[in-house]
């Protein structure tokens, strides 16, 4: 073997193991150690990171130098799928909004907005944030935000897209590290904008809806004392590796908890064995996309519903987790309402019940950020989702708004997953990372 195959089996190694749980620097020469935001009539973009090219499939070498260059500390993948399960369970759950039937939620984006403002706090804000985060105290956050991202964004594979920005008021200074390390790690693209103006809000809103595939048409109104607005945007279009035959869609019955109602189901019967796993809270298997994405389906047991797995952090883990050592193979019979469905969630309350309370306060410190005293404001999620026999498409932006306070493989048995009353779903990227994670309750709704 060559040094080149051996340098590609090993990182190889290292992507595999990635996959069991799952942004150039330009800044502006005009910024100094505190950053003034240069007074526009019109929302301007400053300078911005160039994002990393997607390296071409039929170039792995450049893949495989993205991947060495950018390592991904297991200790990070691992608490960031954590973060994924404990703020689904309190975003999802019955006490925060469990009236609506079919709701989703981006665990990715939440983390990247938190990350990029836990930069700018400090004392008892930043510890709260980190405390929700949950990364070792080993790891550097930034740094690995970074190094997921430029994976991500050269992964010639993928069909996820990862965008952030930063929205910084025209009269107020920001210190020049905050700026440094969102251009740099997180490919923040910075503006300078007058809040509580048309122009803002327009401007701020179509970045939105450029960067989710044009999914998500947000109606942004902000006020007059916001200093910064963090937004992240994930998009994610695939196709089933196994198509559905539109000729075996045909109406059904879901039974939704409100009453039955009548829906369009696609079925489809993989003629290879797929992992599967059931036990006394539920049944799951997973349908792959092409380029490596994956999405699962977590059907709850009868008399078990997706409330009972919400409610317990512990118990949606297991319900999603795939392990080669307990799951089962088999041929399984896929029977799946054809969803749409969009979600628009006010996340502090989540975040205060996770344990965030003083960023939300007058006590809040984000000195690191700007010498302007200032709380978090607001912590806004929009979603979409939709899928049929083709494939899928999931969008999501979280804007944050920071304001100044006044195993073995045996013989195969046949199984259906027949998803008729409300089940859970996720989807992952290629490295395993939970990108979404979404409840249908009615898919006629």
Known sequence: ?????????????????????????LAAGTFVERMRATTYDEPVRRGAAAIPQKASENNPEAWLDALEQNPIDQSFVDSLAAFAYR????????????????????????YY????????????????????????????VPQQCGNLFRVLATDPFSTVDLANSIWM???????????DTAIGQFYATPFSVEFGTDAADQAMAAWISENTGGTIDPQVKTESDL???????????????????????????????????????????????????QTDDFLRARLAFTGGTMMTFVLPAEGVSVDDLLADEQRLAQAFAVDANEDEYGFITYVVPKVAFDTELDLIPALERLGM?????????????????????????????????????????TDMGISATSAMIPEGEEVELR?????????????????????????AA
């Open 357 to 397: 309370k003083t960023p939300f306060s007058d006590k809040a410190d984000f000195s690191n950020l700007t010498a302007t005293p200032a709380f978090i404001s607001m912590v806004k999620q929009e979603s979409h989702i939709s899928w049929d026999e083709e494939g899928a498409e999931a969008s999501a932006y």
């Open 169 to 179: 008021a025209k009269d107020a200074s920001f210190e020049q590290s905050f700026i």
């Open 113 to 140: 907005a938190l990350a990029l403002a836990n930069e700018g706090a400090a004392g008892q804000t930043r510890d709260e944030i980190a405390s929700v985060l949950g990364a070792p105290s080993t790891v550097d």
């Open 87 to 110: 703020s689904t369970a309190s975003v999802l759950g019955d006490g925060a909004d469990g009236a609506k039937a079919n709701r989703m939620y981006s665990p990715l984006s939440l």
């Open 227 to 277: 200093l910064l607005s963090i937004i992240n945007a994930v998009y994610f279009k695939g196709g089933w590796m196994d198509t559905f035959d539109a000729a075996n869609t045909a109406p059904a019955v879901f039974h939704a908890a409100s009453g039955d109602v009548e829906t369009q189901f696609m079925t489809q019967r993989i003629d290879s064995l797929q992992g599967f796993r």
């Open 419 to 443: 998803l008729d009353r409300p089940f859970l779903f996720q989807i992952t990227s290629s490295q395993g990372i939970p990108l979404f994670m979404g409840v249908c309750g009615n898919p």
């Open 1 to 25: 073997m060559d040094g080149r195959a051996k340098r590609g089996e090993s990182l190889a190694g290292k992507t595999i193991a990635l996959a069991a749980v799952l942004v150039t620097l």
